[in-house]
């Protein structure tokens, strides 16, 4: 499995973290580097529990400086679109044969990792194409150490080819099941191809880069690229399905590989078969998977789920040598054949990725492993090779890219250690023509004697070893582990480092990795039992759920009992998670759970243990009676508080680090602590529990999480390990910690069996029941078909024989009606041929009145001109009266607007004449103070005030005559307007008379329009001369106040209106004689009344002009011939 990254609790000694781990995972540890970790004493150790080997310290820490001086570089994408992939472009001697580890790591409230799904190298191997889980297609340059973000597919990908004939495109195969192809020069899609329903698995590419073929489980397609058609596409049984679908290198061949071993050779120009390989021999079939052809076309290597790899001449077209891998290899994945410059095509080094995720090279000639790449930890998913054979691109499976380098790979003092396959040689031999075929693969390494360093490492670990006591070789685990140093460790940091966390627990477990037996289990399919288990546990997941679906299944096959243990999902479940990548551990891993941490758990199926929750109430009752009487005094039994956490293994309450600490410890005990911790865990929620008084209050505390610290758990756990009593001790009754048997699992059969068969046999007895009826409703719906089909025959027939009488019947009448028709034409031609005679007469009948019509036509016609060029005419006129009056009224409206200007000045003649007066006011309140002495004055004023009263009543008899004058007007205008009235009702009759002519018409009633507003015009004229009435009135008024006063005012006339005198002089002068003599005001009255004499005459003057321009304009004369209509 991939080292997971996880973050541990800070401790005060956390700066020797990794080396104290180091010191004590023991000295025969297999390091990747290939030297032993016993390197030198290391001083970093924590105080107070250092051991007395002192010499197997710092491990960790040199092979990290060691990776650091070898150049392994690391590249996190982020969000960065472009950039460089390497700081420092790692040499020759790059650690582990990696140049870089490129990762795609999101930032966020949720961060994580976005996962590389496929990789593939271009024409030239200098630049590599990677997509991932996203969409994200990166394109990387490894000359010029530059990463480029070429497009965002939003949808992951399944299949890339970069090796086309335009260098700069590539053709991606997405999830919808459709082909792009993009540039990368511009970033944009260039064409769209689709045609497949289901995945594409590969895409192959011809060596000329103008052809493609993309393959899926149904289909394979072939496309041009220059105009991304498809020309030939590729289909078969669905029960045979395609493997793989490729063309052959410096050939026009394509080859076939179908699921049923079958593989055909096609010509590519004709699409005829060229060949087909035969079957392979007796006693080494296997089902090929994965295929491989060497660059010169000549040799195909298939392999499968088997450890065998065929290695096919195609141009003998036989079967030339079977070659057999270490026995770990169960399975292959993957074939990819190493180019070299020097071999001529015929490659020799075969990269062979098997089941447990290391990729091993191989010398197909000599059998011998040369080097491998990646590790059960961190494991690779799939690789490709660059065409120039410089670079190996693989996708790990924790998501990330690493960039191996060939040349450092196959350099010696860069070789990873001796991988230890052993063959056993004793076993059964194949007597077959197979067993002749088959070469084993063994370590090409030289047995040269191991000096210096390494030879006083040996001596010294030998020299240990021998000092080591008994007790000491009891806790030896395997991979050189030792218990007493990991309870150390543990103990001083309460839990192991999440980086070889996985490791510790499969040494202290012991896990015996039985892969054949595993396989037989898995091979027996998925259990009845757990068919539809995702309809109980929903899991989003589909991998996470089949894995639990296998492991259980697994289970089920071993021991019957599983298969009806209903909280067996619920158990297994937080391994099947963590071990998820590595199905054979997680099996094994529940299997020793099981085996040892449930002893006795199954003796009172389908009951819970009641007896291993009796101990566990005894050791309650012995360390806290209180918490167990008031558990007791609501009903709560060992089944609400101790049962649910057993049967989930504390998943339920704890959290992901919470119960991987918990784990290391119940792992590294004696199986008994795994109850002691469950009590503790519910001791240390006493004061929680002691509050609850409901029983659905108890049952939702152990079913949820709750605020207990784990770390108190555990040391109470330890506490109660050693205070509880010998005779109620659970140590005392359960097995000691025995590992799982290597080679075939042991025999679980610790439960009541008759109980387990009796309600297997009920089931199967159910299952054959549902069997029998799902078989019975089949035949039932087979038999209704066929009914309904019998059914729907004779309906058929029955209607056919129907219709057919029918066809007949209507032939019949057709006869029948055919003899009619005869009669009927005979009889037509007849009436035809007098018809034909009407006919003619009716047109010449129709002719004479035709020509009638034209003559009648002609005469209207003209009779028509005639009418419009008199109306025409009349428009003229009509146009030329209406110009005359338009102007007359334009000349009565400027003289209306002078009027207007008039009266406007009078009105501010008058304002001027109140300011005058106030001022007079005072000019004359200061002459009285003065004079008062001029007694004999006063009565000139008083003859004068009387005189400007008569002068004020003449006025007003004035202002009367000029009332009744308007009256009249108003009089004279009504009479016209009757006028006009019985003019309308003229128009109305002669429009009547005369409907053909709308035109003009319409051109009468613009004229009348026009005739009424100019009647309006009159009248508004009227009231304002009314409005100058008033205004004349507060002149006469303003100039009594003025006469009383003895103000002298002087009028002359200004452009045909009458002004005052400038009077400023008055002001100007207020202490001077206002009142010069009798004889001076009555001249001015005098020509005071001189000029309103001469103003009515004006006025009156005005008046008899608009009567007769009005007169003249309305004349009571004969009405036209044309009037205007309203």
Request: overall charge positive.
């Amino acid at each position: 499995m991939p080292a997971r990254k996880t973050t541990t609790p800070s401790s005060p000694r956390g700066s020797s973290w990794s080396c104290s781990i180091l010191r004590y995972l023991g000295g025969s540890a297999r390091h990747s580097s290939g030297s032993s970790p016993l390197v030198k004493r290391e001083r970093a150790v924590p105080r107070g529990w250092r051991t007395p080997a002192r010499s197997v310290g710092g491990a960790l820490r040199a092979a990290r400086e060691r990776r650091r001086r070898a150049g392994m570089e690391r590249c996190d994408l982020g969000e960065r679109r472009r950039g460089p992939i390497w700081t420092r472009r790692a040499g020759a001697a790059a650690a582990r044969g990696v140049i870089v580890n490129i990762v795609h790591s999101v930032q966020g409230y949720h961060s994580k990792t976005i996962h590389f799904l496929n990789v593939a190298f271009d024409s030239s191997g200098d630049s590599l194409l990677a997509g991932d889980r996203q969409g994200n297609i990166y394109v990387f340059d490894l000359n010029g150490n530059r990463f480029n973000l070429v497009q965002r597919t939003m949808q992951a990908c399944t299949a890339l080819a970069f090796n086309l004939r335009r260098k700069t495109e590539f053709l991606v195969a997405l999830a919808d099941y459709s082909i792009k192809c993009f540039d990368t020069g511009n970033q944009e899609l260039v064409s769209w191809m689709r045609g497949h329903e289901s995945s594409v698995s590969s895409i192959s590419v011809h060596g000329s880069g103008k052809y493609a073929i993309t393959t899926s489980t149904d289909t394979a397609q072939l496309w041009d690229l220059d105009t991304f058609q498809r020309i030939r596409k590729l289909n078969v049984r669905q029960s045979v399905g395609i493997q793989k679908v490729f063309f052959l290198p410096l050939s026009n061949t394509i080859l076939s590989c179908f699921k049923d071993n079958s593989v055909f050779a096609w010509e590519f120009d004709t699409l005829h078969c060229k060949y087909q390989l035969s079957a392979p021999v007796e006693g080494s079939v296997l089902f090929y998977k994965v295929f491989a052809v060497t660059r010169d076309g000549r040799t195909l290597v298939a392999g499968g789920k088997s450890n065998h790899l065929h290695l096919w001449c195609l141009e003998l077209k036989q079967l030339i040598r079977i070659i057999q891998m270490p026995e770990k290899v169960r399975a292959v994945r993957h074939l990819e054949f190493l180019p070299d410059s020097f071999d001529g095509g015929s490659n020799q080094v075969l990269g062979v990725l098997s089941q447990d995720n290391i990729m091993r090279f191989i010398n197909i000639e000599t059998c011998k492993l040369l080097f491998d790449i990646g590790s059960p930890e961190e494991g690779i998913s799939t690789a490709v090779i660059s065409p120039n054979g410089r670079y190996i691109a693989s996708v790990m499976e924790n998501g990330s890219l690493n960039l191996y380098s060939v040349q450092a790979l196959t350099q010696e003092g860069n070789k990873p250690p001796p991988f230890m396959f052993k063959v056993v040689e004793d076993g059964p031999k194949y007597t077959s023509e197979a067993n002749k075929l088959i070469t084993k693969v063994t370590s090409g390494r030289s047995k040269r004697p191991w000096k210096s360093k390494q030879s006083k490492i040996q001596s010294r670990l030998l020299k240990l070893q021998a000092n080591t006591s008994l007790e000491n070789k009891e806790n030896e685990l395997p991979g050189g582990l030792n218990k007493n140093r990991l309870q150390a460790l543990l103990k001083g940091f309460g839990e192991y480092p999440a980086k070889y966390r996985m490791f510790v627990w499969r040494s202290l477990l012991q896990l015996p990795e039985n892969h054949l037996a595993f396989s037989s289990l898995i091979d027996r399919g998925i259990h009845s039992a757990f068919v539809n288990i995702q309809k109980e546990y929903p899991i989003k997941s589909g991998k996470l759920l089949r894995v639990l679906q296998r492991t259980l299944s697994a289970l089920a096959h071993w021991s019957a009992i599983f298969a009806e243990t209903p909280y067996m999902p619920l158990l297994a479940f937080p391994f099947v998670k963590l071990f998820q990548n590595n199905q054979l551990i997680c099996f094994e891993v529940v299997a020793t759970v099981v085996v040892n941490f449930c002893q006795h758990w199954f003796e009172y199926f389908p009951n819970p243990p009641v007896n291993v929750l009796g101990m566990m109430e005894n050791v309650l009752a012995h360390h806290d009676k209180e918490l167990l009487q008031h558990l007791i005094k609501y009903n709560v039994t060992s089944q609400v508080y101790a049962w649910p956490l057993l049967e989930t293994l504390l998943s339920e309450v704890l959290t992901r680090e919470e119960w991987l600490k918990a784990f290391d410890n119940i792992f590294s005990n004696h199986p008994s602590y795994f109850l002691m911790i469950v009590i503790a865990y519910v001791i240390c929620s006493r004061a929680s529990l002691l509050h609850c008084n409901q029983a659905a209050d108890f049952e939702y505390f152990f079913h949820h999480r709750n605020n207990v610290d784990i770390n108190v758990v555990i040391k109470e756990a330890y506490h109660l390990m050693e205070a509880t009593p010998l005779e109620i001790h659970p140590q005392h009754m359960l097995d000691d910690f025995t590992p799982l048997t290597k080679g075939q699992y042991p025999v679980f059969n610790k439960y009541p069996t008759f109980i387990v068969n009796y309600q297997a046999q009920k089931w199967e007895k159910i299952r054959q029941d549902e069997i029998e009826y799902l078989r019975e409703r089949q035949l039932a719906h087979e038999s209704e078909a066929k009914a309904q089909e019998q059914k729907a025959e004779d309906e058929t027939w029955y209607r056919k024989q129907k219709l057919l009488q029918e066809a007949e019947e209507q032939r019949q009448k057709i006869l029948v009606e055919e003899e009619k028709l005869a009669e009927q034409r005979q009889r037509l031609a007849v009436v035809k041929r007098e018809l034909k005679v009407k006919e003619l007469q009716l047109l010449d009948a129709s002719r004479r009145r035709f020509l009638n019509y034209q003559q009648d036509q002609v005469q209207m016609e003209l009779k028509h001109l005639n009418d419009e060029i008199a109306r025409k005419h009349l428009i003229k006129d009509q146009e030329v009266v209406t110009k005359e009056m338009k102007e007359e009224v334009e000349a009565h409206r400027r003289k209306m607007d002078l009027e207007d200007q008039r009266v406007q000045r009078l009105i501010e003649i008058d304002k001027e004449i109140q300011k005058i007066h106030t001022v007079a006011e005072e000019n004359l309140a200061r002459t009285e103070q003065k004079h008062t002495d001029t007694n004999g004055r006063l009565h000139p004023q008083r003859r004068l005030r009387h005189d400007d009263q008569d002068r004020v009543k003449h006025y007003r008899e004035i202002v009367k005559l000029l009332h009744d004058n308007r009256v009249k007007e108003a009089e004279l205008l009504k009479a016209m307007r009757e006028t006009e009235s019985k003019k309308q009702e003229d128009v109305v009759q002669n429009k009547a008379q005369l409907g053909k002519e709308q035109k003009a018409a319409a051109a009468d009633g613009h004229r009348k329009q026009f005739l009424d507003d100019k009647m309006n015009d009159e009248l508004e004229l009227a009231e304002k001369l009314q409005r100058e009435d008033g205004c004349f009135e507060r002149l006469r008024d303003v100039k009594a106040r003025c006469t009383e006063r003895g103000v002298e005012v002087q009028q002359r006339p200004r452009s045909g209106s009458i002004c005052l005198n400038d009077l400023s002089t008055l002001a100007s002068s207020p202490h001077k004689n206002v009142f010069a003599s009798r004889g001076g005001a009555a001249r001015r009255r005098a020509e005071l009344a001189r000029q309103e004499r001469e103003l009515m005459a004006e006025v009156w003057r005005l008046r008899r002009r608009l009567t007769s321009r009005a007169q003249a304009r309305h004349p009571p004369a004969r009405s036209p011939a044309t009037t205007w209509s309203p």
